[in-house]
């Protein structure tokens, strides 16, 4: 009998184009799918076009627009013109090499891994390399996926394949039941803050469990997004028939006949019982409460509830260090508690939670509300389709109504690339994947937590519990 295997190990196994090494651990890996961005693709085009080379197979990858460009209702006419040369080269760049562009005005421009789903182009057994570290993502549905370099990016580009390094196998389950109103946001966080920012680091993580099973594919890719968040460097959960819904009817996405022998293939895609896992997590998720962020690691991170702590109470002189540093940026002081906390800004957006389900639940929290004064809060959603879905159900107006600017699609305020930046010294309440010194621009300080959490804080003016908004 074969030996059980990981998820982890039959999706590299089945795309393995031969070993580079005696013991199998380096290989040379067949990628099914890329996705590119204006940002860090012009390198890996430039290298191809001085070797005099093609991309092999062109209709694997989809370029998009997201990172430097503007989110403003009227950015058709607030082009940056240094950001303009950088949008217009990848025009180029897509047009010369045969490669489909979502461009700013195409009626699907959004952030890579918000429109790569919902377009039906993330399969469950594929592998899938990109650009970007949050390519983890896509473990959601079953596949393998991961960020690459940018000469890695030429090398896939040119062949196809990459040189790739096997990882171990770890396992994180989440057992038993969440509480009333806890996201996969706060999961993540949870997850991160127990095994640390590097807890990951070398493995590839497969997340377990019922409470796992439970969650929508918007949270299954929250949860994979910020898997990079710990170190690691593929994510995984094994697919099931809430995926298979979500995949089902989407534009590219198989159908009839070729739908339903994918999906039975698609159904042995899991760990085999007695599969090795090199390390095991479990987690409760009854003793998961709504996180936040205090420092510039997302695993500097607090249940809502608790203090900011005390890094001499640190026993790990790094850590102490870290922590030390993490609050001289973010001005706070040990003992405070989290909830005292004021902001001047609310961000909801990114490829980790800006998707329909993300807006539609900051949108419940934010109903028959108003903004607090001096906060300034935006909405940015995933992509041009979530926008119009949002708007077809009407929270574009409770986003408006409640004093929120409801933007165009793109990874805005997430990263300090585009005309989104904060401040020196301001606080954002923020629905993204890094609080890293200056990721929301020089000086500025980023509190992480869910779109709830982040509605809730846009109204009270401070950091708070959103199950309890109104109530104090």
Same mark, same amino acid.
Request: charged share 25%; net charge negative.
């Given at each position: 009998m074969p030996a059980p295997k990981t998820l982890y190990d039959k999706l590299v196994e089945s795309h393995r184009v031969c070993s580079l090494g005696e013991n199998d651990d380096e290989l040379l890996l067949y990628v099914d799918r890329t996705v590119l961005n204006e940002y860090t693709s012009p390198q890996a085009f430039t290298g191809l076009r001085e070797a005099g080379r093609r991309v092999w197979r062109p209709e694997t990858a989809l370029g998009v627009v997201d990172h430097v460009n503007s989110t403003r209702p009227d950015r058709d006419v607030l082009l940056n013109e240094e950001r303009d040369i950088q949008s217009a080269y990848f025009a180029k760049n897509c047009t010369d090499f045969g490669i489909e562009l979502f461009d700013l005005f195409h009626r699907q421009q959004g952030i890579e891994h918000v429109v790569m789903p919902e377009l039906g182009l993330i399969l469950p057994g594929e592998v899938i390399a990109a650009g970007d570290s949050h390519t983890t993502t896509y473990g959601a549905f079953g596949s393998l996926g991961f960020g690459i370099g940018t000469s890695d990016i030429e090398h896939l580009?040119? @062949? *196809?394949?990459?040189?790739?390094?096997?990882? +171990?196998?770890?396992? &994180?389950?989440?057992?038993?039941?969440?509480?009333?109103? !806890?996201?996969? +946001?706060?999961?993540?966080?949870?997850? !991160?803050?127990?095994?640390?920012?590097?807890?990951?680091?070398?493995?590839a993580v497969e997340f377990a469990g019922p409470a796992i099973s439970g969650?929508?594919?918007?949270?299954?890719?929250?949860?994979?997004?910020?898997?990079?968040?710990?170190? $690691?460097?593929?994510?995984?959960? $094994? %697919? =099931?028939?809430?995926?298979?819904?979500? &995949?089902?009817?989407?534009?590219?996405?198989p159908r009839g006949a *070729?739908?339903? $022998?994918?999906?039975?293939?698609?159904?042995?895609?899991?760990?085999?019982?007695?599969? @090795?896992?090199?390390?095991?997590?479990?987690?409760?998720?009854?003793?998961?409460?709504?996180?936040?962020?205090?420092? @510039?690691? %997302?695993? *500097?991170? $607090?249940? &809502?509830?608790?203090? !900011? %702590?005390?890094? =001499?109470?640190? %026993?790990?002189? =790094?850590? +102490?260090?870290?922590?030390?540093?993490?609050?001289?940026?973010?001005?706070?002081?040990?003992?405070?508690?989290?909830?005292?906390?004021?902001?001047?800004?609310?961000?909801?957006?990114?490829c980790t939670n800006a998707r329909i389900e993300d807006l539609r639940a900051a949108a419940t929290v934010l109903s028959g509300r108003k903004v607090a004064a001096g906060v300034k809060a935006i909405i940015v959603p995933g992509s041009s389709e979530v926008r119009r879905q949002a708007e077809t159900e009407g929270l574009d107006r409770i986003f408006l109504d409640a004093g929120f600017e409801w933007r165009q699609s793109g990874c805005s305020m997430c990263l300090a690339m585009n005309d989104d930046v904060i401040a020196p010294g301001k606080r954002c309440a923020s629905s993204t994947n890094r609080n890293?010194?200056?990721? *929301?621009?020089?000086?500025?300080?980023?509190?992480?937590?869910?779109?709830?959490?982040?509605?809730?804080?846009?109204?009270?003016?401070?950091?708070?519990?959103?199950?309890?908004?109104? @109530?104090?």
């Open positions: 580009l040119a @062949t *196809q394949t990459l040189v790739y390094r096997r990882l +171990k196998n770890m396992l &994180i389950r989440i057992d038993g039941v969440l509480p009333v109103g !806890i996201t996969a +946001k706060d999961v993540i966080m949870a997850v !991160i803050r127990e095994i640390g920012a590097s807890g990951a680091t070398g493995f969650f929508s594919m918007e949270g299954r890719m929250t949860i994979c997004n910020m898997a990079v968040e710990c170190g $690691a460097r593929g994510a995984l959960m $094994a %697919p =099931d028939e809430t995926t298979f819904r979500y &995949i089902e009817g989407r534009p590219r996405a *070729q739908l339903h $022998a994918a999906r039975e293939s698609w159904s042995r895609l899991r760990s085999d019982p007695g599969a @090795t896992f090199e390390r095991t997590v479990e987690i409760d998720a009854a003793e998961i409460e709504p996180m936040v962020t205090w420092g @510039t690691s %997302p695993d *500097q991170a $607090a249940p &809502i509830s608790a203090s !900011i %702590p005390n890094p =001499d109470d640190e %026993p790990d002189a =790094d850590r +102490k260090r870290d922590a030390s540093r993490a609050l001289t940026y973010m001005g706070l002081e040990p003992g405070a508690a989290l909830s005292s906390i004021r902001i001047d800004h609310a961000f909801i957006g990114s890293f010194e200056g990721r *929301q621009g020089a000086g500025a300080r980023t509190h992480l937590m869910s779109p709830a959490m982040v509605a809730a804080a846009a109204v009270a003016g401070h950091l708070c519990d959103v199950r309890t908004l109104g @109530t104090a």
